[in-house]
């Protein structure tokens, strides 16, 4: 449904605390708190789970699935893995891992 990590870069999107989210999603922090210390997809009441993620869709997050595509225009966040599932451990960014010309000190 939701993993940890997605609440995370969701939150990130949204320059919003974990207090915020508690907040908009009508819910205490200490139950943000703990959704997002879990380990990958969010265990718990169906009902928490949908609080939050019609709170993180109404501000304007798109929540991809696994495998699936984008309906929505505009920036996001998903995690690559490999072909054979397995998380990319350092991936190389066109912007900020180029390597940089050496310059002489003098």
């Known amino acids: 449904m939701i993993t940890s990590q997605q609440m995370r870069a969701a939150r990130a999107l949204l320059g919003i605390d974990q207090r915020q989210l508690a907040e908009l999603a009508g819910l205490s922090l200490p139950t943000i708190q703990r959704m997002e210390a879990s380990d990958g997809q969010v265990r718990g ?51 900020f891992d180029q390597a940089k010309p050496e310059t002489d000190a003098g």
């Open 45 to 95: 009441v169906v009902d928490t789970l949908v609080k939050v993620i019609g709170a993180l869709e109404d501000s304007g997050i798109e929540l991809i699935g696994e495998n699936a595509s984008s309906i929505g225009i505009g920036r996001g966040v998903r995690l690559r893995e490999t072909m054979d599932g397995k998380p990319v451990h350092k991936v190389g960014s066109i912007l």
